[in-house]
T-cell receptor, first 114, second 118 residues
Framework: AQTVTQSQPEMSVQEAETVTLSCTYD???????LFWYKQPPSRQMILVIR??????QNATENRFSVNFQKAAKSFSLKISDSQLGDAAMYFC???????????FGTGTRLKVLA | DGGITQSPKYLFRKEGQNVTLSCEQN?????MYWYRQDPGQGLRLIYY???????QKGDIAEGYSVSREKKESFPLTVTSAQKNPTAFYLC?????????????????FGAGTRLSVL
């Protein structure tokens, strides 16, 4: 069965600095997608970034980028120039194409220090 | 604006009572989901529905029931059989067919309902 592991329950970063959140997953499939979702204090889940497994190029969305290491089954999120509004829970998620089920990690709480 | 609306935002349940959480979407999505979120456990799937009048149990369906009579609506009932219902409940949807402008692999979420026991 597929699993997603986020080994950092909590992280802190100074405003304007860079932080990396870790995610590892386990699958025997080759066609899948990986996501990072942000859950701010409002608790609304917001998609931050996604990565298709068949793409070698790492996804980037403004200050957010990923380091996708398919062989190592690692999918880390880098947040550059951290802002106070980045403070939230971040969830890593796995989805196998053609199925219905998403597998979520347990989340990493990110604190941004002014 | 298109989106997913969950109501109420806060809900309280008395002992032995059934309560229903509402989820409505105007995104014309085929698939809808219900998740339960507890501290330190991430999101766990309760029920899933890909089309009207069809739904499947997720990992923690015991004590819950759903219906899907309309494409845009997927209400969740927390029954008295659910002995520990206090949690945050999230509804989500996604386009399944693909071929259009939307990515069928991306799930979108409502703002959630916080259920507590009196």
């Amino acid at each position: 069965a597929q699993t997603v592991t986020q080994s950092q329950p909590e992280m802190s970063v100074q405003e304007a600095e860079t932080v990396t959140l870790s995610c590892t997953y386990d699958t025997s499939e080759s066609d899948y997608y990986l996501f990072w979702y942000k859950q701010p204090p409002s608790r609304q889940m917001i998609l931050v970034i996604r990565q298709e497994a068949y793409k070698q190029q790492n996804a980037t969305e403004n200050r957010f980028s990923v380091n996708f290491q398919k062989a190592a089954k690692s999918f880390s999120l880098k947040i550059s120039d951290s802002q106070l509004g980045d403070a939230a829970m971040y969830f890593c998620a796995y989805f196998r194409s053609g199925t219905y089920k998403y597998i979520f990690g347990t989340g990493t709480r990110l604190k941004v220090l002014a | 604006d298109g989106g997913i609306t969950q109501s109420p935002k806060y809900l309280f349940r008395k002992e032995g009572q059934n309560v229903t959480l509402s989820c409505e979407q105007n995104l014309n999505h085929d698939a809808m989901y219900w998740y339960r979120q507890d501290p330190g456990q991430g999101l766990r799937l309760i029920y899933y529905s890909q089309i009207v009048n069809d739904f499947q149990k997720g990992d923690i369906a015991e004590g819950y029931s759903v219906s899907r009579e309309k494409k845009e609506s997927f209400p969740l009932t927390v029954t008295s059989a659910q002995k520990n219902p206090t949690a945050f409940y999230l509804c989500a949807s996604r386009e399944v067919a693909g071929g259009g402008l939307e990515d069928p692999n991306i799930q979108y979420f409502g703002a959630g309902t916080r259920l507590s026991v009196l």
